[in-house]
């Protein structure tokens, strides 16, 4: 399995960014994609995530109405839409996999893999 994580940088507070998780070698579709941050001096916390099988969908309560994540399913993509961010959304973001949403949106270290980070910086 392999997560590529693409859509970070540098926006103004207020503005928007769309991340893009790109997922590939799953060989069986019932799993979850979720997205991690971590910011400076702080711990890493779950943002959101969305079922391959169903599309169902989850939020941590900090980004309710804020983030969006969607799924292009033909290609396995997956995107955080980010909008009105601010300074403190500054991070860095982490594309993950799971079996289930539930343990990503607790946090939870997961079960099937992980991406490389890519950096958002809310800043003017």
């Known amino acids: 399995v392999q997560l590529q994580a693409s859509g970070g940088g540098l926006v103004q507070p207020g503005g928007s960014l769309r991340l893009s998780c790109q997922a590939s070698?799953?060989?069986?579709?019932?799993?979850?994609i979720g997205w991690f941050r971590q910011g400076p001096g702080k711990e890493r916390e779950a943002v959101s995530c969305?079922?391959?099988?169903?599309?169902?969908?989850g939020y941590v309560d900090s980004v309710k109405g804020q983030f969006t994540i969607s799924s292009d399913g033909a290609n396995n993509i997956f995107y955080l839409q980010m909008n009105s961010l601010k300074p403190e959304d500054t991070a860095l973001y982490f594309c993950?996999?799971?079996?289930?949403?539930?343990?990503?949106?607790?946090?939870?270290?997961?079960?099937?893999?992980w991406g490389q980070g890519t950096q958002v910086t809310v800043s003017s």
């Open positions: 993950v996999a799971d079996f289930r949403c539930d343990p990503i949106l607790r946090g939870l270290d997961p079960l099937v893999g």
């Open positions: 070698g799953f060989t069986w579709d019932d799993y979850a």
């Open positions: 969305i079922s391959r099988s169903d599309g169902s969908t």
